[in-house]
């Protein structure tokens, strides 16, 4: 279905306004700017579907987007959904907007029931943050199937990607003792881009 044209089906900038639970929806999480929205058009090889800035704080919603070609209704349901979030951590943005954007993100990761898997990216130059650590705490405890995918690998060198790698191996396997593959990626030169699709359609057909 990464083959189909892909249409931004709602915003929710709160929990009342998300779409009903019907397919089985794949959020992208991480900290602001750490490349969720470009890396979903990379995948989706949309170009400006899902807006992307320099600027963190750039996605303010929870952004609903699906294969097109569906009514929505009864029996006729996309497949699945793909979800862009608002960052968490610094952003350009009022301290209290930043708070209501985290709340509504954690609440949506804890709460929802057809929520396959969260890709929890982390931009290669930085590594895993406290935070980061704070929302792979919350997935843990609310059992939900998160995946590590390291962004922006352009950024660095190979060697420093290979240790990237191990690092974070390790960090993972202090918390559990089995966790799904690693995937490094850039979206802008499109590295590991059949690797993420691969995952993608393996967690929303389980
Ligand atoms: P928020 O919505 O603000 O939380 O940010 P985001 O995580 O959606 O990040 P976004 O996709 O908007 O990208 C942030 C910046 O990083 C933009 O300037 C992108 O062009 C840049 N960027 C994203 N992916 C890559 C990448 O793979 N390589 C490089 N070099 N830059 C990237
Ligand atoms: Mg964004």
Partial sequence: SFLR???????????KFLPPEGPPEVAFAGRSNVGKSSLINA???QRGLARTSNTPGRTQELNFFVPDGYSGTDGDMPPMAIIDMPGYGFAKAPKAQVDAWTELV?????GRVTLKRVFLLIDARHGIKKNDEEVM???D???????????????IKPPAVVRLLADTEAQLKKRAAA???IVA???EKGHG???LRNAIARAVSD
């Fill in 5 to 15: 044209p892909w249409v931004f089906l709602r915003g929710a900038p709160a929990m």
């Fill in 43 to 45: 995948l989706i090889a």
């Fill in 106 to 110: 954690f609440d949506y990761l804890r």
């Fill in 137 to 139: 705490d919350l997935l």
């Fill in 141 to 155: 405890k609310a059992a939900v199937s998160y995946q590590v995918v390291l962004t922006k690998i352009d950024k």
């Fill in 179 to 181: 966790y799904p593959e």
């Fill in 185 to 187: 990626t850039s979206s």
């Fill in 193 to 195: 881009m059949d690797e």
